[in-house]
Protein backbone atom coordinates (compact mmCIF):
# COMPACT_ATOMS: atom_id res chain seq x y z
CA UNK A 1 0.00 0.00 0.00
CA UNK A 2 0.94 3.46 -0.81
CA UNK A 3 1.45 6.13 1.58
CA UNK A 4 1.15 10.10 1.76
CA UNK A 5 3.49 12.82 2.78
CA UNK A 6 3.12 16.36 2.13
CA UNK A 7 5.48 18.43 0.11
CA UNK A 8 7.10 20.08 2.88
CA UNK A 9 7.50 17.15 4.88
CA UNK A 10 8.96 15.41 1.83
CA UNK A 11 11.71 18.36 1.63
CA UNK A 12 13.37 17.07 4.88
CA UNK A 13 12.95 13.17 4.66
CA UNK A 14 13.84 13.41 0.44
CA UNK A 15 16.36 10.43 1.03
CA UNK A 16 14.31 8.34 3.19
CA UNK A 17 11.23 8.47 1.02
CA UNK A 18 13.34 7.82 -2.05
CA UNK A 19 14.92 5.15 -0.84
CA UNK A 20 11.69 3.33 0.57
CA UNK A 21 10.54 3.98 -3.26
CA UNK A 22 13.27 2.75 -4.85
CA UNK A 23 14.41 -0.20 -2.42
CA UNK A 24 10.97 -1.22 -1.17
CA UNK A 25 8.69 -0.39 -4.07
CA UNK A 26 6.68 2.00 -1.90
CA UNK A 27 4.75 4.38 -4.08
CA UNK A 28 3.77 8.20 -2.01
CA UNK A 29 1.22 10.72 -3.16
CA UNK A 30 2.82 13.79 -2.70
CA UNK A 31 0.49 16.68 -1.31
CA UNK A 32 0.38 20.00 -1.08
CA UNK A 33 -2.27 21.49 1.42
CA UNK A 34 -4.05 18.08 1.64
CA UNK A 35 -4.89 18.18 -1.92
CA UNK A 36 -2.83 15.19 -3.70
CA UNK A 37 -0.46 16.76 -6.43
CA UNK A 38 2.00 14.29 -7.74
CA UNK A 39 3.10 10.58 -7.48
CA UNK A 40 6.47 8.96 -6.34
CA UNK A 41 6.71 5.89 -7.67
CA UNK A 42 9.61 3.49 -9.06
CA UNK A 43 10.85 3.87 -12.37
CA UNK A 44 9.94 0.39 -13.59
CA UNK A 45 6.68 0.92 -12.40
CA UNK A 46 6.58 3.95 -14.15
CA UNK A 47 7.90 2.83 -17.63
CA UNK A 48 4.81 0.17 -17.22
CA UNK A 49 2.32 3.04 -17.05
CA UNK A 50 3.63 4.39 -20.30
CA UNK A 51 3.76 1.57 -22.34
CA UNK A 52 0.52 0.35 -20.80
CA UNK A 53 -0.62 3.76 -22.06
CA UNK A 54 0.99 3.67 -25.36
CA UNK A 55 -0.25 0.28 -26.22
CA UNK A 56 -3.89 1.51 -25.75
CA UNK A 57 -3.45 4.63 -28.21
CA UNK A 58 -1.94 2.12 -30.80
CA UNK A 59 -5.35 0.03 -30.56
CA UNK A 60 -7.86 2.85 -30.57
CA UNK A 61 -5.77 3.91 -33.81
CA UNK A 62 -6.26 1.09 -35.17
CA UNK A 63 -9.72 0.53 -34.78
CA UNK A 64 -10.58 3.82 -36.33
CA UNK A 65 -8.62 3.10 -38.87
CA UNK A 66 -10.52 -0.32 -39.20
CA UNK A 67 -13.51 1.46 -39.12
CA UNK A 68 -12.74 4.45 -41.24
CA UNK A 69 -11.74 1.53 -44.12
CA UNK A 70 -14.86 -0.31 -43.87
CA UNK A 71 -16.63 2.87 -44.12
CA UNK A 72 -15.05 4.32 -47.40
CA UNK A 73 -15.00 1.04 -48.80
CA UNK A 74 -19.12 1.76 -49.78
CA UNK A 75 -17.42 5.20 -51.90
CA UNK A 76 -16.23 4.95 -55.08
CA UNK A 77 -12.97 6.44 -55.81
CA UNK A 78 -14.65 8.50 -58.35
CA UNK A 79 -17.08 9.95 -55.55
CA UNK A 80 -14.66 10.53 -53.23
CA UNK A 81 -12.36 12.58 -55.95
CA UNK A 82 -15.82 15.05 -56.47
CA UNK A 83 -15.91 15.36 -52.50
CA UNK A 84 -12.38 16.32 -52.47
CA UNK A 85 -12.78 19.25 -55.51
CA UNK A 86 -16.08 20.42 -53.93
CA UNK A 87 -14.19 20.63 -51.00
CA UNK A 88 -11.71 22.37 -52.35
CA UNK A 89 -13.78 25.04 -53.68
CA UNK A 90 -15.58 25.69 -50.41
CA UNK A 91 -12.31 26.02 -48.35
CA UNK A 92 -11.08 28.30 -51.46
CA UNK A 93 -14.02 30.59 -51.10
CA UNK A 94 -13.77 31.46 -47.54
CA UNK A 95 -10.13 32.30 -47.94
Known sequence: MG????V???QKKFLIVLDEV????VPYILTRGSRPQAAL???EQYEKLVQGNE???LDHIDH???RMTKINARYS???VEAD???TTKVVRAHK
Open 3 to 6: KTIG
Open 8 to 10: TEL
Open 22 to 25: VQQQ
Open 41 to 43: IPY
Open 55 to 57: SRI
Open 64 to 66: ALA
Open 77 to 79: DAE
Open 84 to 86: LRQ
